[in-house]
């Protein structure tokens, strides 16, 4: 099995090398911008796994994102990306 995701990455790293792609947006990888501590805008989740104002829990293809903060709120959201603003204290990847 190991091998089998060794020749996926490879073979993903030469599709978006031949067409000039980034890497992460070949592979469905999620991608996330924060402004200081106050907000966080992710690109390609699947899902909020649990929302309350101290804690936000995101489904994505890499894994659990987890957001631990104070007054976190949910300001935007569509099928792909989602925006958060907060005191956002804590960003973990929990597998």
């Known amino acids: ?8 990455g490879s073979v993903l790293g030469s599709v978006a090398e031949l067409f000039d792609l980034p890497a ?12 200081g501590s106050r907000q ?3 690109e390609r989740h ?7 104002e101290t804690q936000i829990d995101i489904n994505t293809s890499g894994g659990v994102l987890r ?11 569509t099928a792909e990306e989602l925006r958060i603003s907060g005191r956002i204290d804590a960003v973990e ?3």
Not at 1 to 8: A, D, I, L, S, T
Not at 24 to 35: G, K, Q, S, T, Y
Not at 67 to 77: F, K, P, V
């Open 93 to 95: 990847w929990v597998r």
């Open 67 to 77: 957001l631990r903060g104070e007054h976190l709120t949910l300001t935007a959201m």
């Open 24 to 35: 992460d947006v070949v592979a469905r990888l999620p991608h996330l911008e924060m402004i």
């Open 1 to 8: 099995m190991e091998r089998n995701r060794k020749e996926r």
């Open 46 to 52: 699947t899902g909020i796994l649990a929302y309350s």
């Open 40 to 42: 966080l805008y992710l």
